[in-house]
């Protein structure tokens, strides 16, 4: 618990940092400022992971001689 | 048609994008200048048959009328009237991940057009022919590079903690959406989660490290950033499908899920009881149903059968999951399978109490079914008979009412474990406090039982 614990802190810590590069958004809801910063910190992570998934089931696609983009969600 | 005749829906206030209203009793959508290249881009992308041609948003018609508010109007649109407005606390766990699902859906959709969900609220979703559909066509905003989701929070708010709760702990705890309508907030849900759940990344990202990063960056100016590419964005969406698509509820391993395998009925006492309601409600020639204590749905089909939608509540979420998923793999597009507690019914919430619509506010229909419900409610809450018909009353013009006397099995049980204090519980006393208020049209006593059904139309 407390590795992940630090692992947060840093996240968090990193996502001050980019602070320094933000703009004012525009939006009826409160999207909240974590969130926002959440998102931004996650996003190389997750879009590392999603083009690997991609990939991942075209790999399959191709031995399996089923259609890829059926499912790979864009 | 002048905008003096117009009513604008209490509930639709938030968003400056536009607002609905009602004139001659016809539901219609303003639209503002102020959403004019949003909504333009909607139509012309592509994205608006896409979604209506998918059955995922609600479709509508562009209509040349005089606007309510002429002042902010860009256009009026006439949106697909949906016959019974829910609300996500009154959904079992199937329906809650299905709407959360189909809003991710959207969501994708929307991106492959070049634009953005601006909002993900769970009351944006309704149950139309039987699946979840969006119903806000303001939802939608062009979509710019860089920018994060700004509904992010929302959805965890409003699919993602009530799912992981319901799944994870108890299926009751969907009710805390009823308390927190902007969605249940993430540090309460990733205090009560257990800890196991931090191993699971979906959880760990978008429950409890976004909680703490809610409380870290609280009352902190709200920033974009130009650094989220779309690849970033679609795997959140990824990551969040991964997360719903995870999250799981059986009604077997409950405790309630033996119950409904025991009935007092004989087979030939359930065929008579299931001609006696289809009858009747031919006979009432309704069209809108409501099937209160509707258990799984075998009686709200019964009466279905001409064509009806029928509304199903059971205050038990087993019974509604189990409805709901018979409902889907029948394609059963009459019946919405519903969570309500008559005893508590759902109140009129929100801003000013009309936000959100109270049960008894969404009716009357033309028939309400009442059967084996009568006990529980009397014997159960002692809730008097010139009581249960005044609330029946309001609710419907004909009645199809189950009476459950005394030497019933299941009344026996109740009385079991508690003092008899129901002299008034008797079937001259239940036909004397609901003559009050309706006229006994038809009476039967069910073969093979001790059980009376009636059908009695309004006074």
Known sequence: MRYLANISGLILCAAVIMLFWAETAQAYIDPSSGSYFLQILLAGLLGALFTLKIYWRKIKAFFSGK???????? | ?????????????????????????????????????HYDLLMSSGLYRELTEAGMLIPHEEVHIVPTDPDLAYTTIRPETIPFISYPYEWCFGQLKDAALTTLAIQKAALAHGMVLKDASAYNIQFHEGRPVLIDTLSFETYHEGRPWVAYRQFCQHFLAPLALMSYLDVRLGQLLRIHLDGIPLDLAATLLPK??????????NIHLHAKSQRHYESKPVTSDRQMKRQGLMGLIDNLESAIGRLNWKPEDTVWADYYEITNYSDQANRHKTELVRAYAQKAGAKTIWDLGANDGTFSRAAAHEGASVVAFDFDPAAVEKNYRACRQNHDAQILPLLLDLTNPSPGIGWSHTERMS????GPVDLVLALALVHHLAIGNNVPFDQLAAFFAATCRWLVIEFVPKNDSQVKRMLSTREDVFDFYTGEDFERGFSAFFTIEEKSEITDSVRTLYLMNRR
Request: charged share 25%; aromatic share 16%.
């Open chain 2, 359 to 362: 049960f008894i506010e969404r």
């Open chain 1, 67 to 74: 259609d890829a983009d059926h499912d790979a969600g864009q």
């Open chain 2, 1 to 37: 048609m002048t905008p003096g005749n117009s009513t604008r829906l209490s509930g639709s206030f938030r968003d400056p994008s536009g607002f609905l209203f009602y004139r001659e009793q016809i539901l219609y959508r303003q639209i503002n200048q102020s959403y004019r290249d």
């Open chain 2, 196 to 205: 196991r759940t931090r191993f699971s990344f979906p959880l760990l990202t």
